[in-house]
Each structure stands twice: as structure tokens, then as C-alpha cells.
């Protein structure tokens, strides 16, 4: 991948997931605020387990964008 790759918001929703479960793992040890962060970012019937998660990661993107939208303006 290259830093002008793209993925959808599901497939990044997705990524956030596997990267904390990856960070426990080579931690050696489950902290139970990121166990339960990860939980809510589990999927259940199509739909995130917390659908507030959801929520929170659209707007996460947004200023994401926001900000990515302002870099390349100022250039």
C-alpha cells in the first residue's frame, strides 16, 4: 500500500479492530479498556455490536478528512 491508497470506511473500521487486537497480542496481555473498545467494534448481524462505535468511527473519518482536505489546499 502507498499513502495515496484508499480504502472504504468499513474496510478502515475493520482495520482499527485488527490493529488493537494485533497491539494486545504483542503486548502479552489483554488491558480491559481496549478489550472492551474492541468489543464494541465486533460486527453482529451486519451491523457493529455498539452501534455508537460506528458512529464515534464516522466521525473520526470526517475530521480526518477535514484535515487531509486542508493539507492539500495549503500546498
Known amino acids: ?3 495515496i491508497d484508499s480504502i472504504t470506511l ?12 494485533m497491539a ?4 502479552g496481555k ?3 479498556e481496549i478489550a472492551l473498545i474492541m468489543a464494541g467494534l465486533k460486527w453482529a ?4 455490536v455498539d452501534p455508537t462505535m460506528w458512529e ?9 478528512c ?3 482536505t486542508h493539507q492539500i489546499s495549503s500546498k
Not at 468499513?10 to 487486537?21: N, P, Q, S, T
Not at 494486545?24 to 503486548?27: A, S, T
Open 66 to 68: 477535514v484535515g487531509r
Open 45 to 48: 448481524d451486519g451491523a457493529p
Open 56 to 64: 464515534a468511527w464516522l466521525a473520526a473519518v470526517q475530521i480526518a
Open 24 to 27: 494486545l497480542r504483542r503486548l
Open 10 to 21: 468499513i474496510e478502515g473500521y475493520d482495520a482499527i479492530r485488527i490493529f488493537l487486537e
Open 1 to 3: 500500500m502507498t499513502a
Open 30 to 32: 489483554a488491558d480491559e
